[in-house]
């Protein structure tokens, strides 16, 4: 036994409507150039539960397509249905019950209500009415939402088994745009939190974890980085280094230079 194994103390795991997961990066199956590269990339980052556009994706729906279910098997993967392209709760609803029957009573799935093409920001009065429908309709939704910490605390408190901030906007890669309300998220948070849009590389992966997050879901900073597998693989690590991060707790910010050797018995 190393040394390492001896000082690094064991870390639970990821745990979202009853379910243990031990990778807390989750991901999306779009934008990758074919399905072989999806699949690789999604392979690469050792996640184990990747989200499907329904509205865009065939798992089951148009027969005389390609399923991504033969390249991403539920067998090895829990298959998160998103309601992404809907920008009302009908659409949403319906799109869920509709994986629902696709996926054969899987109740798991990500709920996003958006507000506009532009921006892709999520519509939070639409937002709460599907939430309010879904779970009453037995659905486990996990949620896209602003990073308003308001209205994150009502999402939990009726019910969505995780709460999705965004970072920044869908597909911008700008990274972490205001960590002082996901600090208050986290502070307030009853169920996990996660990540959600924004994310462009590895380190912004990293400080979502060392914020305290549970998990970060992304997309297009694999699929459309030069070398999506590659970039995978970081986004694997960088999750990791995280959250180790987290758990060991930094070190406090000081304004002045403190000496890495004390004074004490210093030789003159």
């Known amino acids: 036994m190393t040394s390492a194994s001896l000082t690094t103390p064991p870390d639970a795991p990821l745990i979202i409507a009853g379910r243990s997961f031990e990778s807390r990066l989750l991901v999306g199956t779009g934008k990758y150039k074919d399905m072989a590269e999806t699949q690789a990339a999604i392979e690469a980052s050792g996640a184990q539960i990747v989200t499907v556009a329904v509205r865009r994706t065939n798992i089951g729906q148009n027969p005389d397509e390609p399923n991504l279910l033969d390249v991403i098997s539920p067998e090895k993967y ?33 709920l996003e209500v958006l507000a506009d093409q532009k921006t892709l920001f999520p519509n939070v009065v639409e937002t709460l009415k ?9 659905f486990k939704v996990m949620v896209y939402t602003s990073d308003d910490p308001i209205i994150a605390r009502q999402l939990a ?18 990274g972490i745009c205001n960590p002082y309300n996901l600090r208050i998220i986290l502070e307030e948070a009853q169920v996990p939190v996660l990540v959600d849009a924004g994310v462009g590389t590895a380190s912004d992966a990293t400080i979502a974890m060392e914020l305290g997050c549970a998990a970060v879901l992304m997309n297009t900073a694999i699929a459309h980085a030069q070398q999506p597998v590659l970039m995978a693989q970081a986004m694997k690590h960088a999750i990791i280094a995280g959250r180790q991060a987290y758990l060991a707790g930094r070190m406090p910010r000081k304004l002045y230079a403190q000496a890495s050797s004390p004074l004490d018995g210093l030789i003159r």
């Open 157 to 174: 408190d009726m019910g969505c088994v995780a709460v999705m901030p965004l970072a920044g906007l869908i597909g911008s890669g700008l």
């Open 130 to 138: 599907a939430a309010e429908v879904l779970i009453k309709d037995g």
């Open 78 to 110: 829990t298959i998160l249905p998103n309601t992404a392209g809907c920008y009302n709760a009908e659409e949403a609803v319906r799109t869920c019950r509709l994986a629902r029957e696709l996926l054969d009573g899987h109740d798991l799935v990500k």
